[in-house]
């Protein structure tokens, strides 16, 4: 049985186009795989700790191998248990929303909690950095405008290259990616891209 992690990162729930479309690969994907569990992490219901001034000094000391204060420790420990969660899953579905041409500031919260050495990264002096995690990654990018190549605005999709970039520092590099785009559309335009993206999310849902 495997464990496929999805990851909300819109807020706008029952409004929101990346959730609609990730529900369509939700479904699809739980009829081709009954036995598989499914685990939602819900960016915005999640108390995710402040990545603060501990945080960084437990990071910078086991990337240095000092011992951590007892402060560092605790950091550490939560740290450890937001990393587990997300280490522990086979694949990945992210639904991510385009924010000023990024990613929500949620989901970088998230990104900076659990792209940590020893957990989802490692380094080493003569091979340099490699990741830590494995599997498949389903990515729906939602966003107000369209980015696809020819449409003149690819220069300003920081979302699609941050985030992929991420992913493959990180040892995920075998991603799928499903766009619901233009949103901010007239609605016969919204409502076709909507349903393209449905479909494409359903055929990748099944096959995943
Ligand atoms: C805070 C905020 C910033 C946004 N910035 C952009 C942007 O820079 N470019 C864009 O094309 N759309 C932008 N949008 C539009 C969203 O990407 C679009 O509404 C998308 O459908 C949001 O995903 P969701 O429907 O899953 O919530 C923005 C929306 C919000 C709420």
């Known amino acids: 049985m495997a464990t496929l992690l999805y990851i909300e990162a819109s807020p706008r729930k029952q409004r929101s186009h990346s959730i609609k479309v990730a529900n369509a690969f939700l479904d699809a994907y739980r009829s081709a795989n009954p036995g598989d569990q499914i685990d939602l992490l819900d960016l915005w219901s999640e108390s995710l700790p402040a990545f603060d001034g501990d945080m960084i000094n437990a990071k910078y000391a086991v990337m240095h191998g000092q011992d951590p204060s007892s402060q560092e420790q605790a950091a550490w420990a939560e740290i450890g248990t937001i990393c587990k969660r997300f280490t522990d ?5 992210f639904s991510v929303p385009m924010w ?3 990613i929500p500031y949620i989901l ?4 900076d909690i659990i792209t940590q050495p020893g957990y989802s990264w490692s380094f080493d002096p003569d091979t340099g950095y490699s990741g830590l995690v494995s599997g498949p990654v389903a990515a729906i990018y939602s966003s107000g405008g369209a980015y696809h190549d020819g449409s003149g605005a690819e220069a300003f999709d920081q979302q699609k290259p ?13 991603v799928s990616r499903v766009t619901v785009a233009p949103m901010l559309s007239p609605p016969d335009e919204v409502s ?5 993206a449905i479909e494409d999310a359903k055929k990748l849902g099944a096959s995943f």
């Open 192 to 196: 076709a891209a909507v349903d393209s």
């Open 108 to 111: 970088k919260h998230y990104i």
């Open 100 to 102: 000023n041409f990024g």
């Open 162 to 174: 941050y985030f992929e970039g991420w992913l493959g520092f990180i040892g995920l590099s075998d």
């Open 89 to 93: 899953a086979d694949k990945y579905l």
